[in-house]
């Protein structure tokens, strides 16, 4: 896979940090923090007032407690930087609306259901969608087996290009749950009559 050349003579202009954070309780609970962080190389003119460069336009956490299931428990949301003071934090705790989702059952619909436009806050919703991959991230191999038992197919096949049951990978790692086509060098000839 090539990337497109990067210009000798390019300039840093924003920077936009996402770091996700999963803690195990060792209640079989577990907490997610998940904070956005957008960041100017110059001082910027914001409605509220200038910003100086490399202070934070949007620095905001997110935190989870889900259980072992990915049933979200109870959430919430802050705000430390915004470009409106006093009116970017204002949504109350719109995010305590998560509670009573699930990671992986219709998730991201749930949350433009309850939180898109203006229910909510735009970077921290955009925030939710990187949540059902980096919890299964901290889950597998301690919450989900990932690995072959031979009876239960591996959590993570058909969920990505790369593990597909009619793929290569499937194929090598995991033959049993391969659904592609057999290997004709594999498959004895019939024998001649």
Not at 132 to 139: D, K, L, R
Request: glycine share 8%.
């Amino acid at each position: 896979m090539a990337l497109p050349p990067a210009a000798p003579e390019r300039q840093l202009k924003h920077r936009r940090s996402i770091d996700v954070h999963v803690y195990a309780r060792g209640n079989g609970l577990w907490e997610v923090d998940a904070e956005i962080r957008d960041l100017k190389t110059r001082d910027a003119k914001l409605a509220g007032g200038l910003r100086k460069a490399g202070d934070p336009i949007h620095d905001m956490l997110l935190r989870l407690v889900v259980d072992e299931q990915l049933n979200i428990v109870e959430a919430g949301s802050e705000t430390r930087w915004m470009p409106y003071p006093g009116h970017c934090d204002d949504h109350g705790d719109a995010y305590q609306a998560l509670a009573g989702l699930n990671l992986l059952k219709g998730f991201r619909a749930a949350v433009k259901e309850r939180l898109g436009g203006s229910l909510g806050c735009t970077h921290l919703t955009e925030l939710t969608q990187v949540l059902p991959t980096a919890v299964i991230q901290a889950f597998a191999g301690e919450v989900i087996d990932t690995r072959e038992d031979g009876e239960h197919k591996p959590f993570q096949l058909d969920r990505c290009h790369a593990l597909r049951s009619d793929g290569e990978a499937v194929k090598l790692f995991y033959p049993r749950w391969y659904r592609g086509s057999p290997d004709p060098a594999a498959v004895p000839s019939p024998p001649e009559t």
